[in-house]
């Protein structure tokens, strides 16, 4: 019987590219299943054999330690020198898209709270 293992809704190419080798390297039999057409669908990967559950989970979990702290030393040494993107400075490159943005949160928020406002009168 099959078993669950990982999720891969809403996981990087690279991370599940990453589990696959794992499990492949590792001799673990597993399979697929894909989001659908429509993408309402688990897509997942599963285990063939139950019996190698612990020792895929083992080595899924040191996988994710790993990259945590690889990716969040990327980032930290990337936010030192400067390059991470604010809302700032994407705001500097781009003021006229800013604006129209803000325009439009405004009049959304205005169509939304003014017959309420209206209301009370």
Known sequence: MSEFLFKLNGVP?????????ILEDNEIDFYETSAGRWGISSAAIWLKNKDQLQQASVLIHEYQQ?????????FESLRQAGRI????SRACR??????????LILAILYISIKPFIAFGK
């Open 66 to 74: 790993s990259r945590h702290i690889r990716l969040r030393k990327e």
């Open 13 to 21: 190419d690279d991370e599940a590219d990453d589990i696959r080798k």
């Open 94 to 103: 781009h003021p006229v898209q800013f604006l129209l943005y803000i325009a």
């Open 85 to 88: 993107e604010t809302l700032f």
